[in-house]
């Protein structure tokens, strides 16, 4: 399985252009990402919830609208 | 609507829900009753990427559903997860072409559209599915009806949870969200059986598909003229951009489109996964316990039964230049069959893959597939069955195998779930 580090990411980059809205994001990281009021991401809090947390809602953004940087 | 579904009749819920029965008739693997991970696990060691269709790769009779509008000159079958995540990335090399055979029963629709006009569309009906709408879902249709569900079970000690509970609680809360009674819900039950069934003959798909429009029609007529707080209301409030930018509402015929797209798409799925949740829950007694007992695991549940075991196990894409996968070179026009079930137990990304664990830490899975095309209604069905599972571990104590019963097996080739759930509480 694929080694996963606990260190938050330093910085947190959302595309909201590219944003579909959605939600996948909120799902994982509820406390870190939301929709503003045209339904794109936006950041409400880096470090909203546990760094896992963060990296799975990156991870599992459908057009890789959120960044992530170590 | 309570009232009709507290005095529903037992015996017709069982006609016209009976899984068993469905999946027997079905010649395009509903019948499928074997245990098919141990081929998937092969076909992704010797793969990942594999020239015919699953059912080719694993060695069965049984013919693919998806057939499109025209046979692909090839067809090609992926079992990993890297490269079934890759593909659902990347639309522009793999469209979703496959899915305009649904154009002819549903109508023009997202599954099928591509780019601008895909997100357009999408675009339109994105916001009533949003997490921030479930707890309207949930005040107005989920919790009511599962709590009257199992008013109906919970004086009787025993009950075949997947026909009386799983199959009701995701149809009702569609067409609860339609605003149309009982009588009507329970016709559209028979033709979705009759657009989407894989013995049925393309007129008669379509002329169910009509009939549901007769059904839906007037529903859309009387929101126009007097909206209600419900769906068909919402999206009728809604405006499309078209290609020039001018903003428009919804026509009839784009309504009716997405009406039969979430009867058929958000009622069969929901039931099978909420059954395939409970039926690894029973057999994981311990399991079952410690979700009873902490019911942040509930979530967990919902998820490990969506990577373990998802209900629609494969995904259909059409290659729209030549390209490559996993080493295999894949011609412009060649279906890509996508096994989300093989990509979900891919042991480079979970350990033990094939085990049931509800302690497992949430990854992303791929069991409402990914990219663009992400399942609309993934929200809500985690939605449904989080307020089902809550209440039935609330309200039936206890809760196991009925120990006079044949244990059920999951089955089915393409929509997967239990033959039945026959419990005991209390």
């Known amino acids: 399985m694929t080694d996963r580090t606990d260190a938050a990411p330093a910085a947190i980059d959302v595309t909201p252009e590219t944003c579909a809205g959605t939600g996948m994001c909120g799902f994982y990281a509820p406390d870190t990402f939301g929709l503003d009021d045209d339904g794109k991401v936006t950041v409400l809090d880096e470090r909203g919830d546990p760094p896992a947390d963060v990296r799975n809602a990156a991870e599992a953004c459908p057009t890789r609208s959120i960044r992530l940087r170590p | ?174 067409t609860g969200s339609f605003g149309i009674g009982m009588d009507d819900t329970l016709r559209l039950r028979e033709l979705i059986e009759q657009m989407i069934g894989a013995t049925v003959e393309r007129d008669d798909r379509i002329a169910a598909a009509a009939e549901a429009g007769e059904i839906l029609g007037p529903v859309i007529a009387d929101r126009r003229t007097a909206p209600r707080d419900d769906l068909i209301s919402k999206l009728l409030n809604e405006t499309i951009r078209d290609e020039d930018g001018t903003r428009r509402g919804l026509t009839d015929a784009e309504i009716l489109a997405f009406a039969r797209l979430i009867l058929t798409a958000g009622s069969g799925t929901t039931w099978r996964q909420l059954g395939i949740t409970l039926w690894a829950l029973l057999n994981a007694p311990d399991q079952l316990d410690a979700v009873r007992r902490d019911r942040a695991l509930v979530r967990n549940a919902i998820e490990e039964s969506l990577r373990w075991e998802v209900t629609d196990p494969t995904f259909y894409r059409t290659a729209t230049r030549d390209t490559e996968l996993g080493g295999v070179r894949i011609p412009a026009g060649s279906r890509v069959a996508l096994c989300l079930t093989a990509a979900n137990h891919d042991p480079a990304r979970w350990d033990d893959p094939e085990r049931f664990d509800v302690h497992r830490p949430l990854r992303p899975h791929l069991s409402f597939a990914g990219g663009p095309h992400v399942c609309l209604g993934m929200h809500l069905a985690r939605a449904e069955m989080s307020v089902a599972l809550n209440a039935i571990l609330d309200r039936l104590p206890n809760l196991r195998w009925a120990p006079d019963a044949a244990r059920p097996v999951l089955m089915g080739l393409h929509w997967r779930g239990p033959s039945e759930l026959p419990v005991v509480f209390g």
């Open chain 2, 1 to 174: 609507m309570l009232d009709e579904i507290a005095r529903l009749d037992p015996v017709k819920i069982r006609t016209l829900f009976d899984t068993g029965g469905e999946y027997r008739r079905s010649r395009s693997g509903g019948d499928f009753a074997l245990d098919f991970h141990a081929g998937l696990r092969r076909a992704r060691e010797t793969g990942p990427v594999h020239e015919g269709t699953v059912e080719q790769v694993l060695g069965l009779p049984h013919p693919a559903p998806v057939a499109g509008r025209a046979l692909p000159p090839a067809v090609f079958s992926v079992f990993d997860y890297a490269t079934v995540n890759a593909v659902f990335r990347d639309p522009e090399t793999f469209s979703s072409e496959a899915m305009q055979s649904t154009f002819d029963t549903f109508g023009r629709n997202i599954l099928g559209m591509g780019g601008a006009e895909h997100s357009r569309h999408r675009a339109v009906v994105q916001p009533s599915f949003n997490r921030n709408m479930m707890q309207w879902w949930a005040d107005r249709w989920i919790d009511g009806i599962t709590r009257t569900l199992l008013d109906r079970i919970e004086p009787r000690g025993a009950v075949d949870l997947n026909l009386e509970f799983c199959a009701l609680l995701p149809l009702l809360t569609i």
